[in-house]
């Protein structure tokens, strides 16, 4: 059986350090990181989605947590054709993705902001999250390819959105499709009572990895507000049904990473905790470097 790695989909949202899970002393973004990574194995960096990742940044996480910790970067979202911000790019680029140019600088400087995490063995995969108007055909799938030759070397996990993937009739393509390039499909838990809601199927996609990511039950995703959206605290008894799956999961793969993107206050850590120990694993204890000095503020995750 594979690993089984259990975490968050974040360590510095907002409303996780104003939560008061993180103690006095170790609120500042080293102590945060240190905290988190002695009681989960990976996390995911969706910071990188809204902002290349630098190279420094990588360098400080790989010095402050242990040995076998991962990190699931997500892509930043110009790269999976998502609408991304002018202020958000690089100095002198523009937002356009259809400018050939603008995509290489972009593909090269993402890919520099993970070479830390790389060389350290650190790297769980490059999340690739496409948006709801992704949807199966032609297009998709040269975009897949084109993504695929891009990444080549990496660990590569996609989301999609748009429910028509895993389908009836489509499933069985898709999966071809990811298999083709190695690429690891995501499963999902979320609401079921949505036109987009994205079935809950378990598909495996590559020997080396499968991803889980459990977003919530609240019906307000498809409209509500971030928090609005992302409020949801799991029972034992929803969670609970995951196991034979995570399970089964675990079986087929070399490593599953169980990821909670319920991001509002506590609900993610928390819930992340509950599967741990459902799994019967421990939940704290994994020792944690010595202290490195820092080389002065850096931005936070």
């Known amino acids: 059986m594979g690993d089984i790695l ?7 949202d907002r409303m996780l350090v104003g939560s008061g899970w993180y103690p006095a002393g170790r609120r500042d973004a080293e102590g945060r990181l240190r905290h988190y990574a002695e009681r989960f194995p990976v996390v995911e960096v969706d910071a990188a989605y809204y902002a290349l990742p630098g190279e420094r940044n990588s360098r400080l996480w790989v010095e402050r947590t242990p040995d076998g910790f991962v990190f699931d970067v997500k892509a930043f979202s110009l790269l999976t054709g998502h609408p991304t911000r002018s202020a958000v790019m690089p100095y002198g680029l523009s937002a356009d993705a259809r400018d050939p ?15 830390p995490l790389r060389r350290a063995g650190r790297l769980g995969s490059v999340l690739f999250q496409f948006p709801p108007w992704f949807r199966p055909g032609v297009r998709a799938e040269a975009f897949l390819a ?17 429910p028509g993937w895993w389908r009836e009739g489509q499933a069985e393509a898709t999966c071809a499709l ?14 079921q009572t949505l036109p987009s809601s994205v079935p809950p199927v ?22 509500g507000s971030k928090e609005e959206r992302f409020r949801y605290a799991y029972g034992d008894d929803e969670l ?29 850590v928390r ?3 509950s599967m ?24 936070q995750h």
């Open 178 to 191: 990811l298999a083709r390039y190695g690429m690891a499909a995501v499963a999902v838990d979320m609401t």
């Open 101 to 115: 140019g603008v995509l290489d600088e972009v593909w090269a400087r993402f890919a520099a902001g993970i070479t």
């Open 202 to 223: 378990t598909p495996v996609t590559s020997p080396r990895l499968s991803v889980v990511r459990f977003h919530g039950r609240n019906a307000a995703w498809g409209t």
């Open 146 to 162: 084109e993504s695929a030759r891009r990444t080549k070397g990496w660990p590569v996990a996609v989301e999609f959105r748009h």
């Open 240 to 268: 609970a049904e995951w196991l034979p799956r995570l399970r089964a999961l675990a079986e087929r793969v070399e490593q599953l990473h169980v990821l909670f993107n319920n991001c509002c206050g506590d609900a993610a």
């Open 6 to 12: 259990v975490g968050t989909c974040s360590w510095t």
């Open 276 to 299: 741990t120990r459902l799994l019967g694993h421990p939940v704290k204890g994994r020792p944690l470097p010595a202290s490195t000095p820092s080389p002065g503020p850096a931005p």
């Open 271 to 273: 819930a992340a905790e």
